[in-house]
């Protein structure tokens, strides 16, 4: 058993390219990516494209945003998933391709099951919009009634702060487990962190790789100064969007 899970890509072009290389230099086939394709970045079109080729993708709030109307976004989030509309709606210069793209992204479910493997963007209580941060293990009603759903192992993404969280309430680090994790008997929920947007303080793509019952967690780093000149190329992108990338927040 090897694959890759991925998340939170946001239309970050040059992270996702150095990610999927690393991948493959490990000899993995098998990708799952855990939503959010697009927002925030300036290539929704390619990332999308990429995604596609997965072996499996589940939906992100951002995906959805891009479908419907965006809820619960910030000014700039909003702004920049409406400009992702507009380029996704653009048939120029491949109607064809135009149309793939937008049934993809209206095929993808909410979560998806992998023998004792969920994967949600969220959580898998509301595997769209629940957050569940490092924070919540001092939150242990709003822990307990989670884990209640998880049958073994769940990875999700939407916070980009990579980590375990144990049965036994801990939020386990990378740094502080030697960025591998071996999965037991007992449940846990797996932040695999940002692809496109990392918000641990590490401006390096975050992944996991897995291989039996070890869990790995990845930093590529990636030319991010060249998405950050795309973002602040495009008008309806807000700049901060761009220096975020730089500090990882």
Known sequence: MK??????????????EAVLEDIQSQGISDIYCL????????NPRECVDYAMKFTACVLGNHDQGALFDPEGFSSGAERAIFWTREQLENPSPDPEATRRRWNFLCELPRQYQRGDFQLV??????????????????????L??????VA???FQGHTHVPGVFAEDGRFLYPSEIGNRYQMTSGKAMINVGSVGQ??????QASYVAVTDQVVEFRRVRYPVERTIEKIYAVAELDNFLGDRLREGR
Do not use: Q
Request: aromatic share 10%.
């Open 35 to 42: 939503g959010d394709i697009v927002g925030y970045g300036p």
């Open 144 to 149: 307990g009634r989670v884990f209640s759903l």
């Open 152 to 154: 073994r192992t769940c």
């Open 121 to 142: 963007h969220g959580s898998p209580r509301n595997p769209l919009n629940e957050y569940i941060f490092p924070e919540d293990i001092y939150n242990p009603r709003k």
């Open 3 to 16: 694959f890759a899970v991925v998340s939170d890509i946001h239309a970050n072009l040059e992270a996702l």
């Open 198 to 203: 990392p918000r641990d303080g590490n401006s």
